[in-house]
Protein backbone atom coordinates (compact mmCIF):
# COMPACT_ATOMS: atom_id res chain seq x y z
CA UNK A 1 0.00 0.00 0.00
CA UNK A 2 3.13 2.54 0.63
CA UNK A 3 4.52 1.58 -2.53
CA UNK A 4 1.02 2.52 -3.87
CA UNK A 5 0.58 6.08 -2.11
CA UNK A 6 4.49 6.74 -3.32
CA UNK A 7 3.89 6.53 -7.23
CA UNK A 8 0.15 8.55 -6.65
CA UNK A 9 1.00 12.01 -8.62
CA UNK A 10 -0.27 15.14 -8.53
CA UNK A 11 -3.26 14.73 -11.18
CA UNK A 12 -4.74 12.33 -8.40
CA UNK A 13 -5.40 15.65 -6.03
CA UNK A 14 -8.60 17.01 -5.83
CA UNK A 15 -9.54 19.40 -8.70
CA UNK A 16 -10.92 21.56 -6.18
CA UNK A 17 -7.25 21.96 -4.43
CA UNK A 18 -6.25 23.14 -8.23
CA UNK A 19 -9.37 25.35 -8.50
CA UNK A 20 -8.00 27.61 -5.51
CA UNK A 21 -4.83 29.18 -7.06
CA UNK A 22 -4.50 27.48 -10.17
CA UNK A 23 -1.85 24.66 -9.27
CA UNK A 24 -1.39 22.45 -6.63
CA UNK A 25 -0.91 23.76 -2.95
CA UNK A 26 2.66 23.68 -2.06
CA UNK A 27 2.28 21.26 0.88
CA UNK A 28 0.06 19.09 -0.42
CA UNK A 29 2.61 18.54 -3.41
CA UNK A 30 4.90 17.80 -0.42
CA UNK A 31 3.00 15.40 1.01
CA UNK A 32 2.34 13.60 -1.81
CA UNK A 33 5.96 13.49 -2.91
CA UNK A 34 7.74 12.44 0.71
CA UNK A 35 8.94 9.02 0.85
CA UNK A 36 7.22 6.42 2.65
CA UNK A 37 10.04 6.88 5.27
CA UNK A 38 10.00 10.83 5.66
CA UNK A 39 6.13 10.39 5.83
CA UNK A 40 6.41 7.42 8.55
CA UNK A 41 8.79 9.35 10.47
CA UNK A 42 8.06 12.62 10.30
CA UNK A 43 10.84 14.52 8.94
CA UNK A 44 8.82 16.71 6.73
CA UNK A 45 8.90 19.61 8.93
CA UNK A 46 6.92 22.20 6.36
CA UNK A 47 3.88 19.90 6.41
CA UNK A 48 1.14 20.77 9.00
CA UNK A 49 0.48 17.93 11.04
CA UNK A 50 -2.67 16.76 10.36
CA UNK A 51 -3.22 14.27 13.37
CA UNK A 52 -6.34 12.18 13.99
CA UNK A 53 -7.42 14.99 16.67
CA UNK A 54 -7.34 17.51 14.11
CA UNK A 55 -9.54 15.84 12.07
CA UNK A 56 -13.21 17.99 12.50
CA UNK A 57 -15.78 16.18 13.93
CA UNK A 58 -19.37 16.77 12.02
CA UNK A 59 -22.58 16.69 14.37
CA UNK A 60 -24.67 13.87 12.76
CA UNK A 61 -28.11 14.69 11.12
CA UNK A 62 -31.15 14.05 13.51
CA UNK A 63 -33.98 15.55 11.35
CA UNK A 64 -32.86 14.06 7.65
CA UNK A 65 -34.49 12.41 6.01
CA UNK A 66 -35.48 8.58 5.91
CA UNK A 67 -33.34 7.73 3.04
CA UNK A 68 -30.08 9.19 4.15
CA UNK A 69 -30.70 7.51 7.82
CA UNK A 70 -31.39 4.22 6.11
CA UNK A 71 -28.49 4.11 3.64
CA UNK A 72 -26.48 5.39 6.80
CA UNK A 73 -24.82 8.17 5.42
CA UNK A 74 -21.89 9.23 7.24
CA UNK A 75 -20.00 12.29 7.02
CA UNK A 76 -16.50 11.33 6.10
CA UNK A 77 -17.80 9.25 3.04
CA UNK A 78 -21.08 10.75 1.59
CA UNK A 79 -22.12 14.57 2.65
CA UNK A 80 -24.66 14.04 5.30
CA UNK A 81 -28.56 15.11 5.00
CA UNK A 82 -28.53 18.99 4.49
CA UNK A 83 -32.16 18.44 4.63
CA UNK A 84 -33.16 20.89 1.78
CA UNK A 85 -37.01 21.33 0.65
CA UNK A 86 -38.16 19.86 -0.75
CA UNK A 87 -35.87 16.92 -1.99
CA UNK A 88 -31.78 16.94 -0.27
CA UNK A 89 -28.93 16.56 -2.30
CA UNK A 90 -28.06 13.16 -1.36
CA UNK A 91 -31.12 11.92 -3.16
CA UNK A 92 -31.48 13.79 -5.66
CA UNK A 93 -28.15 12.66 -6.32
CA UNK A 94 -28.82 9.14 -6.43
CA UNK A 95 -31.87 10.07 -7.82
CA UNK A 96 -33.77 8.44 -5.10
CA UNK A 97 -37.09 9.80 -3.47
CA UNK A 98 -36.86 11.71 -0.90
CA UNK A 99 -39.50 11.73 2.00
CA UNK A 100 -39.17 15.84 2.54
CA UNK A 101 -41.17 15.95 -0.86
CA UNK A 102 -44.27 14.77 1.39
CA UNK A 103 -43.32 17.20 4.49
CA UNK A 104 -44.47 20.64 4.07
CA UNK A 105 -42.12 23.37 3.38
CA UNK A 106 -40.28 24.93 6.50
CA UNK A 107 -41.11 28.43 6.90
CA UNK A 108 -38.94 30.55 6.03
CA UNK A 109 -37.27 32.74 9.07
CA UNK A 110 -37.15 36.38 8.24
CA UNK A 111 -34.80 38.71 9.04
CA UNK A 112 -36.16 40.87 11.39
CA UNK A 113 -33.72 43.96 12.34
CA UNK A 114 -33.86 46.46 14.98
CA UNK A 115 -35.54 49.57 14.44
CA UNK A 116 -33.59 52.24 14.47
CA UNK A 117 -35.17 54.60 17.00
CA UNK A 118 -37.85 53.95 19.82
CA UNK A 119 -40.08 56.81 20.81
CA UNK A 120 -39.45 57.69 24.45
CA UNK A 121 -41.27 56.32 27.17
CA UNK A 122 -44.09 58.49 28.68
CA UNK A 123 -44.05 57.22 32.29
CA UNK A 124 -46.97 59.34 33.03
CA UNK A 125 -49.01 57.81 30.67
CA UNK A 126 -48.19 54.49 32.08
CA UNK A 127 -48.48 55.37 35.88
CA UNK A 128 -51.92 56.84 34.94
CA UNK A 129 -53.31 53.92 32.98
CA UNK A 130 -51.80 51.57 35.44
CA UNK A 131 -53.99 53.29 38.31
CA UNK A 132 -57.13 53.04 36.11
CA UNK A 133 -56.80 49.55 35.70
CA UNK A 134 -55.44 48.82 39.47
CA UNK A 135 -57.65 51.60 41.20
CA UNK A 136 -59.81 53.47 39.63
CA UNK A 137 -61.83 50.81 37.87
CA UNK A 138 -63.32 49.97 41.09
CA UNK A 139 -64.80 53.28 41.88
CA UNK A 140 -66.92 53.52 38.96
CA UNK A 141 -69.20 50.73 39.88
CA UNK A 142 -70.09 48.49 42.42
CA UNK A 143 -71.58 45.97 40.05
CA UNK A 144 -68.77 43.00 39.59
CA UNK A 145 -69.45 42.27 35.91
CA UNK A 146 -69.79 46.39 35.02
CA UNK A 147 -66.37 46.80 37.03
CA UNK A 148 -64.19 43.75 34.75
CA UNK A 149 -65.80 45.69 31.42
CA UNK A 150 -63.82 48.79 32.71
CA UNK A 151 -60.74 47.02 33.98
CA UNK A 152 -60.04 44.86 30.63
CA UNK A 153 -62.25 45.39 27.58
CA UNK A 154 -62.64 48.98 27.92
CA UNK A 155 -59.17 49.80 28.89
CA UNK A 156 -57.70 47.19 26.00
CA UNK A 157 -59.79 49.55 23.47
CA UNK A 158 -58.63 52.17 24.77
CA UNK A 159 -54.97 51.12 23.46
CA UNK A 160 -56.75 51.26 19.86
CA UNK A 161 -58.59 54.85 20.88
CA UNK A 162 -56.55 57.72 21.00
CA UNK A 163 -59.36 60.05 22.57
CA UNK A 164 -60.77 56.99 24.33
CA UNK A 165 -57.35 56.40 26.03
CA UNK A 166 -56.91 60.30 26.48
CA UNK A 167 -60.23 60.18 28.58
CA UNK A 168 -59.39 57.41 30.42
CA UNK A 169 -56.32 58.86 31.57
CA UNK A 170 -57.68 61.91 32.22
CA UNK A 171 -60.15 60.54 34.79
CA UNK A 172 -57.35 58.39 36.27
CA UNK A 173 -55.69 61.73 36.83
CA UNK A 174 -58.59 63.00 38.75
CA UNK A 175 -59.16 59.95 40.57
CA UNK A 176 -55.11 60.56 41.64
CA UNK A 177 -55.24 63.93 42.72
CA UNK A 178 -57.95 63.41 45.42
CA UNK A 179 -55.66 61.49 47.21
CA UNK A 180 -52.15 62.90 46.46
CA UNK A 181 -53.05 66.25 47.98
CA UNK A 182 -49.49 67.51 47.49
CA UNK A 183 -49.41 66.71 44.30
CA UNK A 184 -52.86 67.48 43.56
CA UNK A 185 -52.74 70.62 41.30
CA UNK A 186 -50.48 68.93 38.74
CA UNK A 187 -52.33 65.39 38.18
CA UNK A 188 -55.55 68.34 37.29
CA UNK A 189 -53.56 70.17 35.38
CA UNK A 190 -52.50 66.84 33.47
CA UNK A 191 -56.35 66.16 34.00
CA UNK A 192 -57.44 68.82 32.34
CA UNK A 193 -55.20 69.26 29.52
CA UNK A 194 -55.87 64.91 28.70
CA UNK A 195 -59.43 65.67 28.38
CA UNK A 196 -59.37 68.78 26.13
CA UNK A 197 -57.46 66.97 23.65
CA UNK A 198 -59.98 64.03 23.80
CA UNK A 199 -62.96 66.42 23.36
CA UNK A 200 -61.35 67.87 20.27
CA UNK A 201 -60.63 64.21 18.95
CA UNK A 202 -64.03 63.39 19.68
CA UNK A 203 -66.21 66.51 18.58
CA UNK A 204 -65.42 65.43 15.18
CA UNK A 205 -67.44 61.88 15.32
CA UNK A 206 -70.10 63.40 17.41
CA UNK A 207 -71.57 65.29 14.92
CA UNK A 208 -72.50 62.30 12.41
CA UNK A 209 -73.33 59.05 14.61
CA UNK A 210 -72.28 55.69 12.58
CA UNK A 211 -71.65 52.26 13.97
CA UNK A 212 -68.06 51.78 14.16
CA UNK A 213 -67.50 54.48 15.72
CA UNK A 214 -70.48 54.09 18.60
CA UNK A 215 -68.72 52.25 21.06
CA UNK A 216 -66.22 54.53 21.34
CA UNK A 217 -68.02 57.78 21.73
CA UNK A 218 -70.36 56.10 24.51
CA UNK A 219 -67.08 55.44 26.38
CA UNK A 220 -65.86 59.00 25.89
CA UNK A 221 -69.54 60.12 26.76
CA UNK A 222 -69.55 58.38 29.91
CA UNK A 223 -65.78 59.09 31.92
CA UNK A 224 -66.26 62.70 30.54
CA UNK A 225 -69.37 62.72 32.86
CA UNK A 226 -66.90 61.08 35.71
CA UNK A 227 -64.18 63.60 34.67
CA UNK A 228 -66.98 66.66 35.19
CA UNK A 229 -67.83 65.02 38.82
CA UNK A 230 -64.11 64.47 39.46
CA UNK A 231 -63.36 68.39 38.47
CA UNK A 232 -63.38 70.93 41.46
CA UNK A 233 -66.56 71.66 42.82
CA UNK A 234 -65.62 75.32 44.01
CA UNK A 235 -63.63 76.75 40.70
CA UNK A 236 -63.81 77.55 37.18
CA UNK A 237 -62.44 74.50 35.56
CA UNK A 238 -64.08 72.94 32.57
CA UNK A 239 -67.19 71.88 33.41
CA UNK A 240 -67.45 72.43 37.08
CA UNK A 241 -69.79 74.94 39.00
CA UNK A 242 -70.06 77.92 37.15
CA UNK A 243 -70.68 81.41 38.39
CA UNK A 244 -74.59 81.64 37.60
CA UNK A 245 -76.11 78.33 36.35
CA UNK A 246 -75.88 74.32 37.39
CA UNK A 247 -72.48 72.50 36.32
CA UNK A 248 -72.38 71.26 32.70
CA UNK A 249 -72.32 67.70 33.69
CA UNK A 250 -75.73 68.17 34.45
CA UNK A 251 -76.60 68.11 31.14
CA UNK A 252 -74.71 66.01 29.86
CA UNK A 253 -76.58 62.72 29.86
CA UNK A 254 -78.52 63.68 27.13
CA UNK A 255 -75.58 62.65 24.79
CA UNK A 256 -75.07 59.64 26.55
CA UNK A 257 -78.76 58.62 26.48
CA UNK A 258 -78.25 59.05 22.44
CA UNK A 259 -75.43 57.01 21.69
CA UNK A 260 -77.54 54.51 23.94
CA UNK A 261 -80.55 55.00 21.85
CA UNK A 262 -78.07 54.59 18.82
CA UNK A 263 -76.08 51.24 19.99
CA UNK A 264 -80.34 49.75 20.58
CA UNK A 265 -81.06 50.46 17.53
CA UNK A 266 -78.22 48.80 16.22
CA UNK A 267 -78.99 45.68 17.94
CA UNK A 268 -75.86 46.01 19.96
CA UNK A 269 -74.72 43.21 21.84
CA UNK A 270 -70.80 44.62 21.94
CA UNK A 271 -68.37 44.70 25.12
CA UNK A 272 -70.73 47.25 26.77
CA UNK A 273 -73.56 45.39 27.03
CA UNK A 274 -73.24 44.51 30.46
CA UNK A 275 -72.90 47.83 31.67
CA UNK A 276 -76.16 49.27 29.60
CA UNK A 277 -77.89 45.83 30.94
CA UNK A 278 -77.07 46.70 34.45
CA UNK A 279 -78.21 50.16 33.96
CA UNK A 280 -81.98 48.57 32.81
CA UNK A 281 -81.56 45.99 36.05
CA UNK A 282 -81.08 49.56 38.49
CA UNK A 283 -84.20 50.91 36.39
CA UNK A 284 -86.28 48.11 37.03
CA UNK A 285 -85.46 47.32 40.20
CA UNK A 286 -86.90 50.99 40.98
CA UNK A 287 -90.22 49.97 39.32
CA UNK A 288 -91.01 46.65 40.94
CA UNK A 289 -93.91 47.15 43.23
CA UNK A 290 -93.45 47.43 47.06
CA UNK A 291 -91.21 49.64 47.56
CA UNK A 292 -93.18 52.00 50.17
CA UNK A 293 -93.31 55.48 50.49
CA UNK A 294 -96.36 56.37 48.49
CA UNK A 295 -96.99 59.60 49.95
CA UNK A 296 -92.98 61.26 49.49
CA UNK A 297 -92.83 64.28 46.65
CA UNK A 298 -97.31 64.64 47.01
CA UNK A 299 -96.28 68.00 47.87
CA UNK A 300 -93.97 68.90 45.26
CA UNK A 301 -96.71 67.80 43.29
CA UNK A 302 -99.43 69.79 44.42
CA UNK A 303 -96.99 72.91 44.06
CA UNK A 304 -96.42 71.91 40.59
CA UNK A 305 -100.11 71.77 39.48
CA UNK A 306 -101.05 75.03 41.33
CA UNK A 307 -98.47 77.37 39.96
CA UNK A 308 -97.93 75.64 36.32
CA UNK A 309 -100.55 76.42 33.51
CA UNK A 310 -98.52 74.99 30.25
CA UNK A 311 -99.69 71.66 29.50
CA UNK A 312 -96.26 70.46 27.67
CA UNK A 313 -94.39 71.17 30.38
CA UNK A 314 -97.11 69.92 33.40
CA UNK A 315 -96.79 66.62 31.42
CA UNK A 316 -93.12 66.52 31.45
CA UNK A 317 -93.12 67.69 34.99
CA UNK A 318 -95.32 65.33 36.30
CA UNK A 319 -93.67 62.74 34.65
CA UNK A 320 -90.28 63.72 35.97
CA UNK A 321 -92.13 63.65 39.35
CA UNK A 322 -93.37 60.14 39.09
CA UNK A 323 -90.09 58.69 38.28
CA UNK A 324 -88.22 60.76 40.53
CA UNK A 325 -90.50 58.76 43.39
CA UNK A 326 -89.52 55.62 41.86
CA UNK A 327 -86.19 56.15 42.30
CA UNK A 328 -86.51 57.71 45.72
CA UNK A 329 -88.84 55.01 47.31
CA UNK A 330 -85.92 52.52 45.57
CA UNK A 331 -82.50 54.37 47.61
CA UNK A 332 -84.53 55.45 50.89
CA UNK A 333 -85.70 51.84 51.33
CA UNK A 334 -82.39 50.31 50.63
CA UNK A 335 -79.35 49.87 52.52
CA UNK A 336 -76.56 52.25 51.47
CA UNK A 337 -74.05 48.87 50.28
CA UNK A 338 -77.11 47.76 48.01
CA UNK A 339 -76.55 51.06 45.84
CA UNK A 340 -74.41 51.81 42.76
CA UNK A 341 -73.15 54.73 41.45
CA UNK A 342 -75.28 54.20 38.54
CA UNK A 343 -78.95 54.42 41.07
CA UNK A 344 -78.09 58.37 41.28
CA UNK A 345 -78.21 58.52 37.37
CA UNK A 346 -80.99 56.23 36.65
CA UNK A 347 -83.10 59.54 37.01
CA UNK A 348 -81.22 61.90 35.16
CA UNK A 349 -81.00 59.33 32.16
CA UNK A 350 -84.62 59.16 31.78
CA UNK A 351 -85.27 63.05 31.75
CA UNK A 352 -82.58 63.59 29.38
CA UNK A 353 -84.88 64.49 26.36
CA UNK A 354 -87.54 66.99 27.76
CA UNK A 355 -87.16 67.37 31.23
CA UNK A 356 -82.72 68.62 31.12
CA UNK A 357 -84.15 71.16 28.75
CA UNK A 358 -86.38 72.92 31.12
CA UNK A 359 -83.84 72.61 33.53
CA UNK A 360 -80.85 74.26 31.54
CA UNK A 361 -83.06 77.09 30.85
CA UNK A 362 -83.30 77.55 34.46
CA UNK A 363 -87.10 77.07 34.64
CA UNK A 364 -88.21 77.44 38.56
CA UNK A 365 -90.07 74.23 39.10
CA UNK A 366 -87.57 72.47 36.81
CA UNK A 367 -85.09 73.32 39.48
CA UNK A 368 -86.97 72.08 42.19
CA UNK A 369 -87.37 69.19 41.25
CA UNK A 370 -83.68 68.48 40.26
CA UNK A 371 -83.15 69.80 43.77
CA UNK A 372 -85.30 66.93 45.55
CA UNK A 373 -83.34 64.66 43.06
CA UNK A 374 -79.91 65.24 45.17
CA UNK A 375 -81.72 63.18 47.61
CA UNK A 376 -80.27 59.99 45.68
CA UNK A 377 -77.06 61.66 45.68
CA UNK A 378 -76.59 61.89 48.98
CA UNK A 379 -77.78 58.12 49.78
CA UNK A 380 -75.11 56.77 47.43
CA UNK A 381 -72.76 59.94 48.71
CA UNK A 382 -70.01 57.03 49.45
CA UNK A 383 -69.21 57.42 46.27
CA UNK A 384 -65.94 59.04 45.10
CA UNK A 385 -67.64 60.75 42.50
CA UNK A 386 -70.65 61.98 44.35
CA UNK A 387 -69.31 63.08 47.78
CA UNK A 388 -70.07 66.77 48.53
CA UNK A 389 -71.79 66.84 45.11
CA UNK A 390 -75.03 66.97 47.11
CA UNK A 391 -74.25 70.03 49.02
CA UNK A 392 -72.59 72.02 46.02
CA UNK A 393 -75.72 71.25 43.90
CA UNK A 394 -78.61 72.13 46.12
CA UNK A 395 -76.44 75.55 47.21
CA UNK A 396 -76.66 76.25 43.49
CA UNK A 397 -80.33 75.36 43.01
CA UNK A 398 -80.94 77.39 46.20
CA UNK A 399 -79.40 80.54 44.72
CA UNK A 400 -81.30 79.99 41.31
CA UNK A 401 -84.51 79.82 42.82
CA UNK A 402 -86.74 82.63 43.94
CA UNK A 403 -87.49 83.40 47.34
CA UNK A 404 -91.27 81.64 46.82
CA UNK A 405 -89.74 78.54 45.27
CA UNK A 406 -87.15 78.17 47.98
CA UNK A 407 -90.06 77.52 50.34
CA UNK A 408 -90.01 73.93 48.32
CA UNK A 409 -87.03 72.58 49.31
CA UNK A 410 -87.32 72.17 52.83
CA UNK A 411 -87.40 68.26 52.39
CA UNK A 412 -83.92 68.19 50.46
CA UNK A 413 -82.51 70.45 53.20
CA UNK A 414 -82.94 68.11 55.40
CA UNK A 415 -82.71 65.12 54.56
CA UNK A 416 -79.26 66.02 53.37
CA UNK A 417 -77.73 67.91 56.07
CA UNK A 418 -77.47 71.21 54.34
CA UNK A 419 -77.94 74.56 56.03
CA UNK A 420 -79.05 77.54 54.10
CA UNK A 421 -76.85 81.24 53.87
CA UNK A 422 -79.69 82.68 55.29
Not at 191 to 214: C, F, K, V, W
Not at 313 to 331: D, G, M, P
Amino acid sequence: MCENMRILSLSTIPPFVHSITGHAVPWVAQVMSASPSSRDSGTVSTTPSVSKGSIQKHTKSRTGCTTCKRRKVKVHLIPQCDEDRPSCRNCVKHGARCDFVLLPPRPVSEHISPVDSLPALNLLDLELFHNFTTATYATLSTDHASRNIWKNAIARKATRSDFVMRALLSVSALHISRHRLEQKHRYLSYAIAYHDRASHQAATLMGELIPENLEDLWIFSVLTMYFALGSPQFTNLPLAVGENMLPEWTFLFNGVHHISNALHASSYSGILSPIIEHGKDRWEAAHRPGNGMESILNELSSNIEETVSDEEHLAIYRYAIQELKFQLNLVLSSHSHDLDIMDAFVWHFAMAENFMPLLQQGRQEAVAIFAHSLIIFSAVGRSTWLYGWDTVLLSRSYDVLDHRHRLWLQWPIEEIGWVPPY
